[in-house]
Structure formats: C-alpha cells, structure tokens
C-alpha cells in the first residue's frame, strides 16, 4: 500500500466525486446527499478517503438489493 498523501482537503467535494462515481456506474439508484454548502476542510489523504468513501457506498448498495430475511417475532418469556 502506498504512503498516504496528506493534504488539506475539501471533505465535501471528496463526497461528491465519490458519488458522482457511483452515480455514473450505477444509474438506475438515485443519491441523495445532505451536505454542508460551505465544504469541510480536512488534512487527509484524498485518494484514500475517496477510496474508503466508495467503499461504503457499494457495501451499502448491496446490503440494500439483498433480500432481507423474513422477521421472526421474538419468543415470549416464561417465568417459573
């Protein structure tokens, strides 16, 4: 693994790119962001952050598309 590169980064515009990445491989999901307008600095290895950032988006998206194991209700407790 390389060095990190560290740098004063723009956090929210990191977010973006990493969503504009998604967005273009995936465009039949729909993102949504709620993110500060004035941007986020932040001293970070850019290339690792949006690494990490895609990272999570794609154990997100397939998380999502998984279907979910049916709801088994909890069994009642009996007391003696």
Do not use: H, K, W
């Not at 970070?44 to 049916?70: V, W, Y």
């Amino acid at each position: 693994m390389p060095a990190p590169v560290m740098a004063n980064e723009d956090l929210v515009e990191l977010c973006l790119q990493a969503i504009f990445l998604q967005q273009s491989a995936n465009p039949a999901i729909a993102y949504s962001t709620d993110l500060p307008p004035d941007g986020l600095e932040l001293s970070c290895d850019a290339q690792q952050i949006g690494q990490a950032l895609t990272n999570c988006s794609r154990t997100r998206r397939r998380r999502s598309t998984r279907a979910s194991p049916p709801r088994v209700p909890p069994r009642p407790v009996r007391s003696i």
